[in-house]
């Protein structure tokens, strides 16, 4: 049973940076070829974020498509998220997780980040 | 950009009861890869349906998908006590790549 565990800093200032990155076990992080981030800002929808496709590319929401950068390293079982440029609006839990086929299989339970200063 | 409009916003019914849960795509889903999640406070979202009607692992068959056109139905045939949560409908747009989620059904206990 694959398990997704995202972690990072739960506050990050205006203006600033966040990362986080999920780390895969109970599998490979090879057995599927993309992984993806997702937010959902508290109380509200969700919202792709982006993926990464192992073997080499990613694609990212046009609409943060300027702020995001998504890597994996395989060698250590996880994949990050950075974006940037924050504001109060990317207040959300990120979740990592798992693509399967075209739709999202395997989540992480979800870390809280607060962009405030 | 495939726009997934969810109806109702809430629907309150009783266990024991069916539910039936609607998205409606703004244009045609290739190959209806439509996808259906259940989301409870506090949690991950699990995935239920996927391809319009092909449950995922594990999940009890009286939840079933299916799909006409740009209409897209969840329906629960027996509620029970723990079915009561939020669902969202999520597509995939192959041009250019994009996820995009339903705006969620909370199904609530009447």
């Known amino acids: 049973q694959v398990e997704l565990q995202e972690s990072g800093p739960g506050l990050v200032k205006p203006s600033g940076t966040l990362s986080l990155t999920c780390a895969v076990s109970?599998?490979?992080?090879?057995?599927?070829?993309?992984w993806s981030w997702i937010r959902q800002p508290p109380g509200k929808g969700l919202e792709w974020i982006g993926e990464i496709y192992l073997r080499g590319g990613t694609n990212y929401n046009p609409s943060l498509r300027s702020r995001v950068t998504i890597s994996a390293d395989k060698s250590k079982n996880q994949f990050s998220l950075q974006l940037s440029s924050l504001t109060a609006a990317d207040t959300a839990i990120y979740y990592c997780?798992?693509?399967?086929?075209?739709?999202?299989?395997?989540w992480g339970q979800g870390t809280l980040v607060t962009v405030s200063s | 950009e495939i726009v997934l409009t969810q109806s109702p916003g809430t629907l309150s019914l009783s266990p024991g009861e069916r539910a039936t849960l609607s998205c409606r795509t703004s244009q045609s889903v290739s190959g209806n890869y439509l996808a259906w999640y259940q989301q409870k406070p506090g949690q991950a979202p699990r995935l239920l349906i996927y391809?319009?009607?092909s449950r995922a692992p594990g999940i009890p068959d009286r939840f079933s998908g299916s799909a006409s056109g740009t209409d897209f139905t969840l329906t629960i045939s027996r509620l029970e006590p723990e079915d009561f949560a939020v669902y969202y409908c999520?597509?995939?747009?192959?041009?250019?790549?994009?996820?995009?989620f339903g705006q969620g059904t909370k199904l609530e206990i009447k």
């Open positions: 109970g599998g490979s992080i090879s057995s599927s070829d993309w």
């Open positions: 997780a798992r693509n399967h086929g075209f739709n999202l299989d395997y």
């Open positions: 999520q597509q995939f747009d192959m041009s250019p790549p994009l996820y995009t």
């Open positions: 391809d319009a009607s």
